[in-house]
């Protein structure tokens, strides 16, 4: 096991690795900008080393002053969290040169799932079914018009090192297509400096549905259930869930049993998330694989009482699993909510500002990730995730009853928050019928602003805060 470990991160995700290296006797260094000098993780871990000012580029992406941070501080590996660096290949590869563990997989894993038409192609080749596309990346509209025809209308055309829906979009005919092109293109070289796009069928009304796998050096790979990630806004999940109401027992399993034996296969190591698309059959398509811990990988600890960030951790340090795919027992339902500094009233607008006020829930089920206190103010630099409710109950309909309790007792006083509008889904119908898929948050979002007929998001009903008392 390590005695140091450097944390290249920030908000709750800093906190969370602190409190697993804690709990493990390791040593804590965070790595934060000038921003953050006054955080919580600042405040908790045992060092804490500036590597730059507010501006991510010069602080939490800079990789020389990270990795530098690491070797003046004596830490022997670097955690990267989950966005920044966490699925660079650059980092992990520095790191290796420099006698660092990067815990996560080796700079090759994350290379080749990084190229999302690579990692289709190399999923197809082990077995697990793939959505019809493209075979290479695409950069001219007429490239795209002829694979488009391949296929067949609809498509969606995503980026070939995307993520998090950038440079994502639907083309349901030709004439859409050529008015998304170069929207898609622009974001997704504007977000990731490459402007590779692919592009694949289309399914409408399908489940987002990703299998969470651990795999250790030895080769040993288990897989811990799965979480329905459908509730998403312009591609940003907002609401998970697990498990999947909508899988059949004999499917569960099989996409658990196929998604562990494909990490190992391609020589992966530590967590990762492959994630399928489900459509209305039950049938399932691997659409890409995330190499890094996810935000919402509290809903699977919570269903099974295995700790991911510490497995994390010892798989890196060379530790073997110490449990087989049978102990998996996943118990009852856990939900996650996203509580973002977001105002719901006007577009979701991000906010920033000074926290006066933070109560925050607990009682039996009920877990809260955040790096949330009163005094806190918020950066206008980064993420607008303020806090993760998680809750767990023997059956969806007491989970859901349990996440309607936890976001009354949740207040934030500062800025406005999201928290109204997770209150009004969790009433909606449709949500607690278990009829979601990918399109729900928007087709929702749309209903609402054609009812008041004024491109607002109504969001004041009886018995919710308004979102400055959110």
């Known amino acids: ?75 022997e590996a670097i955690h990267p969290g989950y966005g920044f660096l966490s699925e660079n290949a650059y980092l992990a590869e520095v790191c290796e040169h420099c006698g660092i563990t990067f815990i996560g997989p080796s700079a090759r894993s994350i290379e080749q799932f990084h190229d999302k038409v690579a990692a289709r192609e190399r999923m197809r080749e082990v077995g697990l079914p793939v959505l019809p596309g493209v075979d290479r990346p695409v950069y001219t509209l007429d490239a795209a018009q002829r694979a488009a025809a391949e296929i067949g209308f609809p498509v969606m055309v995503k980026a070939c090192a995307g993520g998090g829906g950038r440079g994502m979009r639907p083309a349901r005919d030709e004439d859409e297509l050529s008015r998304v092109f ?11 400096g490459n402007g590779g796009l692919y592009l694949e069928s289309l399914v409408e009304g399908a489940r987002h549905v ?69 459509d209305a059959q039950g049938r399932y398509y691997f659409i890409e694989m995330n190499t890094r811990i996810q935000v919402e990988h509290p809903v699977t600890e919570m269903i099974t009482g295995i700790d991911l960030v510490k497995w994390q951790i010892r798989v890196a340090s060379g530790e073997p699993l110490g449990f087989d795919q049978a102990d998996v027992e996943p118990r009852g339902h856990a939900i996650e909510c996203r509580v973002n500094a977001e105002d719901p009233e006007r577009g979701f607008a991000p906010q920033s500002g000074l926290i006066s006020q933070c109560n925050l829930p607990g009682g039996p089920g009920v877990r809260v990730d955040t790096h949330l206190f009163p005094g806190y103010q918020m950066p206008p630099y980064y993420d607008s995730l303020l806090a993760k409710v998680i809750v767990w109950g023997s059956d969806r309909a007491e989970a859901v009853s349990r996440m309607r309790r936890a976001l009354d007792e949740l207040r934030v006083v500062g800025v406005a928050t999201n928290i109204p509008f997770h209150q009004r889904l969790l009433e909606n119908p449709d949500f607690l019928d278990g009829r979601v898929d990918t399109g729900f948050v928007e087709r929702w979002l749309a209903s609402w602003r054609s009812e008041r007929g004024d491109g607002g998001q109504p969001l004041a009903v009886a018995g919710v805060r308004s979102p400055e008392g959110g």
């Open 1 to 75: 096991m390590f005695r140091k470990i450097l944390i290249a991160n920030r908000g709750e995700i800093a906190v969370r690795v602190i409190r697993a290296c804690r709990e493990l006797g390791v040593a804590t260094v965070l790595a934060y900008s000038e921003a953050d000098r006054h955080s919580l993780g600042v405040g908790l871990a045992d060092e804490a080393i500036c590597v730059g000012p507010a501006s991510s580029e010069k602080s939490y992406l800079n990789i020389p002053n990270l990795v530098s941070a690491a070797l003046v501080s004596g830490a």
């Open 182 to 192: 170069a929207v898609a293109q622009m974001e997704a070289q504007s977000a990731f």
């Open 210 to 278: 990703e299998v969470q796998v651990l795999v250790d050096r030895q080769g040993k790979a288990v897989h811990l259930g799965e979480r329905d990630c459908s509730l998403q806004r312009r591609h940003q999940k907002i609401l998970e869930e697990s498990p999947c109401i909508a899988l059949d027992p004999t499917v569960r399993s099989e996409m658990g049993a196929r998604a562990a034996a494909a990490a190992a296969s391609v020589g992966y190591e530590g967590v990762g998330t492959l994630e399928f698309l489900v």
